[in-house]
């Protein structure tokens, strides 16, 4: 167990045990800190943890308090928050972080990231560029990073001004936006299956109807495509053309002609969720290069490559619906993090960012091909991906259940990441596959796991 989850566990106990009732004001993190004999940051992080779960507040100024219960009516849950929260089970665990063995992880580990760079940018010079006023800004976001990001998006064939760039707290936050712009309660969207299951939850809880596109080594399918649209007629299609999570696979450019084409046909707008854009292989084709930002809304983040701390991401799509979604930013967070986005900016101008997008790409080629090499020699050999993002998808002997695999390996702390919270039917073709992040594929506790199921 982590240091910072064992100071969350004991506040927790003394929360549940009474000893801090609701209102009290918890040790300040200097003094939390010297109680447990850890550093200042591992008490941000059980904070943290416990503002998340609901069990701490934060009072501008004047510390953490203990939340008092919820009324009883507030604690009754809709059917379709309750269906939202249980299709994110694994985002929960990913948050909370219970397990040692991380083989489900949706996130590269924190060693992977910038984390360091960051800290000693932002201790080194908390004033960027000579901006001491860290005020709201504009809504639309940090104007130089826009203009920069514009600039970077130019070089995969992306031609926008940076008047059609948003930015966002992470690509959530867009397809959020995007959601409450395009989508009416009883709306059918599309969306891949298996595809993003966070997505699943957003859509239902606008009260859409999620229809289901099979996604495939090539892309989704595209007869499929065709058949519900005439069906459902839906206006979006949230889709991940490249390094797709939770398969993988990438779409091949002569599918992206093809769904282009008939998407033009139907009048469908296509959401391209390409969150792994910065470290894909050079020469990688992108929707909306090929749509010219017409019919496509392109989504990024430097959650994936840079700081899942930081969460900044950004939209890309024409002048009206840049505009649009602007409006409703600022009408549910008024604006993103302006510090944030001066500190990203700052790494790319000045070269940081490009080196460290060099390492990440290189461990993600041996973690990738270690992961793969691993799995073979335990009998797991029908893997795709992962396509230059972080995940496999494999496919276990027919048999075997992965939801029941993973509450096995639950028991043993270890996190698997099964198929059926990916698809939109539980009793899918997906039962018996599961997404594995390379950079835990090699720990010999999950193989031994994975092993003896496999050959049981």
């Known amino acids: 167990m982590s240091k910072s989850r064992q100071v969350a566990t004991a506040l927790l106990k003394a929360i549940e ?16 800190a010297q109680q447990f004999g850890v550093s200042k940051n591992t008490v941000i992080d059980a904070y943290d943890q416990l503002v998340a779960l609901g069990h701490l507040y934060a009072r501008q100024g004047a510390g953490f308090f203990v939340s008092r219960p919820l009324p009883s009516a507030m604690e009754e849950t809709t059917a379709d928050l309750s269906e939202a929260v249980d299709s994110v089970s694994l985002l929960r665990e990913q948050l909370v972080g219970n397990f040692e063995v991380r083989a489900g992880d949706g996130r590269a580990p924190a060693s992977w990231m910038g984390g360091t760079e960051l800290t000693r940018l932002i201790r080194r010079n908390a004033g960027l ?3 001491n006023d860290i005020e709201y800004g504009v809504p639309q976001g940090y104007s130089p990073l826009r203009e920069t990001l514009a600039m970077a998006m130019a070089g995969r064939s992306i031609h926008a001004s940076h008047d059609q760039v948003m930015m966002t707290f992470g690509a959530n936050h867009a397809f959020d936006l995007i959601i409450r712009h395009f989508v009416a309660a009883g709306e059918s969207v599309l969306v891949e299956t298996p595809g993003y299951y966070p997505l699943f939850g957003k859509l239902r809880l606008a009260k859409a109807k999620l229809v289901g596109v099979p996604r495939t080594a090539d892309g989704p399918d595209l007869e499929e495509f065709e058949r519900k649209v005439k069906h459902y007629r839906p206006r979006l299609f949230f889709l991940q053309p490249n390094a797709h999570n939770p398969t993988g696979s990438t779409m091949s450019l002569n ?3 093809r769904l282009l084409k008939l998407a033009d046909h139907y009048g469908v707008t296509l959401v391209e969720d ?7 292989p050079k020469g990688s084709a992108h929707l909306a290069a090929l749509d010219g930002l017409e019919r496509v ?11 899942t701390g930081l969460r900044c991401g950004y939209v890309a799509g024409s002048r009206s619906i ?11 967070v008024v ?4 510090f944030n986005e001066m500190v990203i900016h700052d790494l790319l ?12 790409r290189e461990r993600v080629a041996k973690a990738s091909a270690t992961a793969l090499r691993a799995l073979q020699q335990i009998g797991v050999d029908d893997v795709s991906g992962p396509g230059g993002g972080y995940y496999l998808w494999a496919k276990l002997p027919t048999h075997i259940n992965t939801t029941e695999l993973a509450k096995k390996a639950s028991e043993k702390g270890i996190f698997i990441a099964p198929g059926a919270i990916f698809s939109l039917r539980p009793d899918s073709t997906d039962a018996n596959s599961m997404r594995i992040n390379i950079a835990h594929a090699n720990d010999h506790r999950f193989l031994d796991f994975i092993h003896t199921a496999v050959n049981r």
């Not at 045990?17 to 939390?32: C, F, H, K, M, Y």
């Not at 604006?335 to 302006?338: H, V």
Request: glycine share 8%; hydrophobic share 40%; aromatic share 6%.
């Open 17 to 32: 045990d009474g000893r801090l009732s609701p209102g009290t004001r918890v040790a300040s993190i200097r003094e939390a």
């Open 129 to 131: 560029n000579g901006i």
């Open 255 to 257: 599918n992206m002609h």
């Open 274 to 280: 390409d969150v792994f854009a910065d470290i894909l």
């Open 297 to 307: 809304i392109y989504v990024g983040t430097f959650s994936k490559t840079l700081s």
């Open 322 to 332: 840049v505009r649009a979604l602007v409006d409703i930013k600022m009408l549910t």
């Open 335 to 338: 604006n993103t993090s302006t």
């Open 349 to 360: 101008i000045r070269g940081r960012y490009r080196r460290h997008l060099a390492q990440l």
